[in-house]
């Protein structure tokens, strides 16, 4: 087992790749300046696989929507206690997070690093689950999947989702329903855990102030060799039309919430390094802060400048680009957002307003390489979708405004676009 290192050409940096014999995969970033350690132990399961096929196996299993997050809940249990209790105990902040297509145990410390990567790697490994600690959780999750319903962020999203996707997990809550996890049972939780958390379906990514032979010495002691099988996502063919132009719900709010999103072309294979980047620019050129729409949107008063953000949302079978603020007219800054991709397609990107956005991008993404944790949490997703990090950056450097111009032409079309709003339950006018 050796360490194979990739070097930034732009950056200067290098990180560690490592091979485990158990079939992990590690990524080991020293920053030997850093006063902190960020590590995240991870595997690729999120709350889109609910049907799935193993390779050593015919069938594909369905399980209940919601079953990964809550794994990922009673992981921290054991039958001598959790792993928060082991924590506190070497100072470490440990947390965890379920995405739509990975989950992901991690903890940051400035001291005792071995101690608490020992944690890590112990319990994330030891599912402990009886019918009592499921039913205990039962009750836990649905208080806060009942809590979500009510969250005016929450709900814009995943009503926006619905309204983009006919069959795609993605518009169902990473939680689930009430219903669905009411289905959820110790057998079940083992028979996602042993197919999904397969050490050959895993990574781990430290980053820090950290030796990359003190990391293998410990993930030598804890992680075992097993036979390799491979895991099929399973999804209903989605079609590219969107479900319905506009979706609006009423919850407690001042200001109308919205998001905006344009349905993109999607496969199982997760977009490349320069599919990524193009999509990004072209992001950048149209609604960043330096652009003539949001100079627009500002001057008549759309959008609360603060929360008006963008971005590529994508994973496997599902892309989107997203539009999202608070705004009095949603309707106007969804209209204004068409005119101004029409006509970027029609007049063309201006070159300086490209070479704005390569350098502010470009500049952003080696700023974040100061942060152990998004180094560490962009090593991990980074692999999960098959990219690799400086070659990233490196994209970012070298693309050029033909591929931008090309980009355009296939992205943001009008036909597919949705736009999900929430209102006041009292009409703005009438609120105190």
Known sequence: MSLHAITGKRVGDTYYEVNHSSGLKIYIYPKENSHSTYAIFGTRYGSIDNQFRRSDEPNVQTVPEGIAHFLEHKLFESEDGDAFARYAKTGASANAYTSFDMTCYLFSCAEHVKESLEILLDFVQSPYFTEQTVQKEQGIIGQEIRMYDDDPQWRVMFNLLGALYHTHPVKVDIAGT?????HITPELLYRCYHTFYDLHNMALCIAGNIEPEAVLKLVDQY??????????????????AIVKKKVTQALSVMTPLFQFGFKEEAGNDRRSVKELVCAELLLEIVASEASPLFRELQEA????????????????????IIFAGESKNPDAVADRIIKEVNRLRKEGIPKEDFERAQKAVYGRNVAALNSTETIANCLISMFFSNRELFSYIDALAEVTLEEITACLKTHMLEEYAALSVIEPIAPMEDAK
Do not use: D, H, M
């Open 178 to 182: 009430v219903e669905s996890i009411s």
């Open 223 to 240: 992680c075992k060799p097993a036979e390799p099988f491979t895991v099929e996502r399973v999804f209903a063919e989605e079609p590219r």
């Open 301 to 320: 008063e759309l959008i609360n400048e603060s929360s008006f953000q963008y971005e590529f949302f994508e994973g496997p079978g599902y892309a989107s």
